[in-house]
T-cell receptor
Framework: KNEVEQSPQNLTAQEGEFITINCSYS?????LHWLQQHPGGGIVSLFM???GKKKHGRLIATINIQEKHSSLHITASHPRDSAVYIC????????????FGKGTLLTVNP | DVKVTQSSRYLVKRTGEKVFLECVQD?????MFWYRQDPGLGLRLIYF???????EKGDIPEGYSVSREKKERFSLILESASTNQTSMYLC???????????FGEGSRLTVL
């Protein structure tokens, strides 16, 4: 079974700061997802990665397959980035099942 | 835009009642999932379906059943609701073509 660990669990930042959230997993994967959930809201997919790096606006996601590690970066953070960020991995042997991290609660203060 | 619609955002039911949670998607995705989300436990897979009338148990299927009679609709059924099924329930779809995940807004169920 793939274990997914996220760090930190909670993160408080000031508006404008550079944010990094980390995700480590224990076995080989076919893809990794970064998800965002605003308080009381549904979940939105931010990125799907199988290698390298992706960028969307102020968000950047990277993955190092050899080290079994991924990072989500937020540049010039804003209070509207306050949310729970969840890492989820799809193991190589399974087309359907995801293993989720427990999430990182990010609070960005103005 | 892909839309995954869950029938109810908030429900309050009594112990022993039968509960239906419906999920409808408009993108012809073959794979659909039901998760529950609890504080400190994250998302846990209840059931998933990879085709019409096909279903497989997830990690916590006990006390739940599912139905997928049409490709766009995946229903989660609690035959006899219990208080430990109080939770947020999330439906998701996934297509192998793009690999992207899409979630519904969630259904918060309280069982009294």
């Amino acid at each position: 079974k793939n274990e997914v660990e996220q760090s930190p669990q909670n993160l408080t930042a000031q508006e404008g700061e550079f944010i990094t959230i980390n995700c480590s997993y224990s076995v080989g994967i076919s893809a990794l997802h970064w998800l965002q959930q605003h308080p009381g809201g549904g979940i939105v997919s931010l990125f799907m990665l199988s290698s390298g790096k992706k960028k969307h606006g102020r968000l950047i996601a990277t993955i190092n397959i050899q080290e079994k590690h991924s990072s989500l970066h937020i540049t010039a953070s804003h209070p509207r980035d306050s949310a729970v960020y969840i890492c989820a991995v799809r193991s190589g042997g399974s087309n359907y099942k995801l293993t989720f991290g427990k999430g990182t609660l990010l609070t960005v203060n103005p | 835009d892909v839309k995954v619609t869950q029938s109810s955002r908030y429900l309050v039911k009594r112990t022993g009642e039968k509960v239906f949670l419906e999920c409808v998607q408009d993108m012809d995705h073959e794979n659909m999932f039901w998760y529950r989300q609890d504080p400190g436990l994250g998302l846990r897979l209840i059931y998933f379906s990879y085709d019409v009338k096909m279903k497989e148990k997830g990690d916590i299927p006990e006390g739940y059943s599912v139905s997928r009679e049409k490709k766009e609709r995946f229903s989660l059924i609690l035959e006899s609701a219990s208080t430990n099924q109080t939770s947020m329930y999330l439906c998701a779809t996934w297509t192998r073509n793009s690999g992207e995940l899409f979630f519904g807004e969630g259904s918060r169920l309280t069982v009294l």
